[in-house]
Nanobody, 116 residues
Framework: VQLQASGGGFVPPGGSLRLSCAASGSIFDINSMRWYRQAPGNQRALVASLTSGGITNYSDSVKGRFTISRDDAKNTLYLQMNSLKSEDTAVYYC???????????WGQGTLVTVSS
């Protein structure tokens, strides 16, 4: 199974984007699904997470602006990003953590650029 991230692009400050992360097949025993981002010169950081039980968590920097969700029928994870700021500029990666051994599956990353 592979993850394909998409939806990144160039958007002005205050704009919105929706990222998608589609799994090529069904993944069983998912523990959590997450979005990370990595800005130039920075380490990869957790942005949002969604547990199998539906509990969401967000980093303080995106709380109230970003929403993580999933469509199980489409095997797809989403990140709705509103009120984007220049500091949101980064490559965004999706991650599925699954199984009793906490295995990680990563998408290839999608670039979000927020600039006027």
């Amino acid at each position: 199974v592979q993850l394909q991230a998409s939806g990144g692009g160039f958007v002005p400050p205050g704009g919105s984007l929706r990222l998608s992360c589609a799994a090529s097949g069904s993944i069983f025993d998912i523990n959590s699904m997450r979005w990370y981002r990595q800005a130039p010169g920075n380490q990869r950081a957790l942005v949002a997470s969604l547990t199998s039980g539906g509990i969401t968590n967000y980093s303080d920097s995106v709380k109230g602006r970003f929403t993580i969700s999933r469509d199980d029928a489409k095997n797809t994870l989403y990140l709705q990003m509103n009120s984007l700021k220049s500091e949101d500029t980064a490559v965004y990666y999706c991650n599925f953590n699954w199984g009793p051994r906490q295995s990680d599956l990563w998408g290839q990353g999608t670039l979000v650029t927020v600039s006027s």
